[in-house]
T-cell receptor, first 112, second 116 residues
Framework: QQQVKQSPQSLIVQKGGISIINCAYE??????FPWYQQFPGKGPALLIA?????SEKKEGRFTISFNKSAKQFSLHIMDSQPGDSATYFC???????????FGGGTRLMVKP | GAGVSQSPSNKVTEKGKDVELRCDPI?????LYWYRQSLGQGLEFLIY????????KSGLPSDRFSAERTGGSVSTLTIQRTQQEDSAVYLC??????????????FGSGTRLTVV
């Protein structure tokens, strides 16, 4: 069974700190790794994504780090803000796939 | 429309009743997905449509669940004889293509189903 394991389940960070969420996968055929952000009462929204041909991708305060040999990838939120408080999901799919496999989610709270 | 529209936004139903949940995807999006999210939990895949066909129904939890899509657009998820464990938020997403999910899923805001 394809799986993506996400940790931690919840995270509390002070404003200005760095939030780090980790994911690990088993299927070596996965080659697309997006992160989704979900605010209460809303559906998840695509935040940032990476392909395994690069080890890092940065968009503003959000960075994905990818370790192909370890089959792990992580989301780093620099200078975390209260507005970043949300649930974050990592996901993975194959190039020929039709479905994203999601991690279990991380509830992030950034304290002012 | 500009986004994925789901209706109703909230539904309270009595145990044993049937419910229909509707998803109106972004115009031109050929792929449509249904997920279920229980309180504080992750996203559970239910079913995927490419056009009007459903090549992957593997996530439907029981034969009480069914879904259809007509005209390559609107989709309806039907739950028959609802049970309390069906209570969850049902999310619909659409994308331009089924191949290469990097086109990105656009999710609706979901239907919160409560079975009492």
């Amino acid at each position: 069974q394809q799986q993506v394991k996400q940790s931690p389940q919840s995270l509390i960070v002070q404003k200005g700190g760095i939030s780090i969420i980790n994911c690990a996968y088993e299927n070596t055929a996965f080659d697309y790794f997006p992160w989704y952000q979900q605010f209460p009462g809303k559906g998840p929204a695509l935040l940032i994504a990476i392909r395994p041909d690069v080890s890092e991708k940065k968009e503003g305060r959000f960075t994905i780090s990818f370790n192909k040999s370890a089959k792990q990838f992580s989301l780093h939120i620099m200078d975390s803000q209260p507005g970043d408080s949300a649930t974050y999901f990592c996901a993975a799919s194959t190039d020929a796939g039709n479905m994203l496999t999601f991690g279990g989610g991380t509830r992030l709270m950034v304290k002012p | 429309g500009a986004g994925v529209s789901q209706s109703p936004s909230n539904k309270v139903t009595e145990k044993g009743k049937d419910v229909e949940l509707r998803c109106d995807p972004i115009s031109g999006h050929t792929a449509l997905y249904w997920y279920r999210q229980s309180l504080g939990q992750g996203l559970e895949f239910l079913i995927y449509f490419q056009g009007n066909s459903a090549p992957d129904k593997s996530g439907l939890p029981s034969d009480r669940f069914s879904a259809e899509r007509t005209g390559g657009s609107v989709s309806t998820l039907t739950i028959q004889r609802t049970q309390q464990e069906d209570s969850a938020v049902y999310l619909c997403a659409s994308s331009f293509s089924s191949v290469g999910a990097e086109y990105g899923y656009t999710f609706g805001s979901g239907t919160r189903l409560t079975v009492v």
